[in-house]
T-cell receptor, first 110, second 115 residues
Framework: QKEVEQDPGPLSVPEGAIVSLNCTYS??????FMWYRQYSRKGPELLMY????GNKEDGRFTAQVDKSSKYISLFIRDSQPSDSATYLCAMDQGAQKLVFGQGTRLTINP | DTGVSQDPRHKITKRGQNVTFRCDPISEHNRLYWYRQTLGQGPEFLTYFQNEAQLEKSRLLSDRFSAERPKGSFSTLEIQRTEQGDSAMYLCASGRTGTAGNTIYFGEGSWLTVV
């Protein structure tokens, strides 16, 4: 079993929809939780991060962490075609070494 | 551009040849990481340096792989006797000690195709 599980999708939604992306993890020691966005053939770019449990909001994006359930989520409101990308969850194993989920491929249809 | 830069961006090589990738981190960052990403998968950690010292290597890093960071600045990742299974994107990232995973930055990656 992988340390971080993420549904690879693909996920296709109409423009303006609310998108929910999720990951589960097994290592209760993880404290930093990140979401990266990756466009085709590009490097990952940091979108959101959360320390420990709780919510964090940044514009149309909200990240949630539930450490009791070992479950993290990313919500995208008012989704735009430019949000079409692969979304990767990641956790810091220590020394900034990251363990990633498989990535969810998201398409927003105009 | 003050981000992480990688070279070459794309490399096609014949099986059995050696290839080398270079990474130039953000100048004030003392940590440098190499990851490998195959199609449809998330990046997987390979190795990392703190200054010039290589502090950890993943089991994914076979004997054919070697990484160096001779002066604590740029790094190279060499793959000897390439195999088709080495085809992937090789990502470099950099960060600073005393900060968490949310403060590392990735380059655009180097795509390797072994034919």
């Amino acid at each position: 079993q992988k340390e971080v599980e993420q549904d690879p999708g693909p996920l296709s939604v109409p423009e303006g929809a609310i998108v929910s992306l999720n990951c589960t993890y097994s290592n209760s020691a993880f404290q930093y939780f990140m979401w990266y966005r990756q466009y085709s053939r590009k490097g990952p770019e940091l979108l959101m991060y959360t320390y420990s449990s709780g919510n964090k909001e940044d514009g149309r994006f909200t990240a949630q962490v539930d450490k009791s359930s070992k479950y993290i989520s990313l919500f995208i409101r008012d989704s735009q075609p430019s949000d079409s990308a692969t979304y990767l969850c990641a956790m810091d194993q220590g020394a900034q070494k990251l363990v990633f989920g498989q990535g969810t491929r998201l398409t927003i249809n105009p | 551009d003050t981000g992480v830069s990688q070279d070459p961006r794309h490399k096609i090589t014949k099986r059995g040849q050696n290839v080398t990738f270079r990474c130039d981190p953000i100048s004030e960052h003392n940590r440098l990481y190499w990851y490998r990403q195959t199609l449809g998968q998330g990046p997987e950690f390979l190795t990392y340096f703190q200054n010039e010292a290589q502090l950890e290597k993943s089991r994914l890093l076979s004997d054919r792989f070697s990484a160096e960071r001779p002066k604590g600045s740029f790094s190279t990742l060499e793959i000897q006797r390439t195999e088709q299974g080495d085809s992937a994107m090789y990502l470099c990232a950099s960060g600073r000690t005393g900060t968490a995973g949310n403060t590392i930055y990735f380059g655009e990656g180097s795509w390797l195709t072994v034919v």
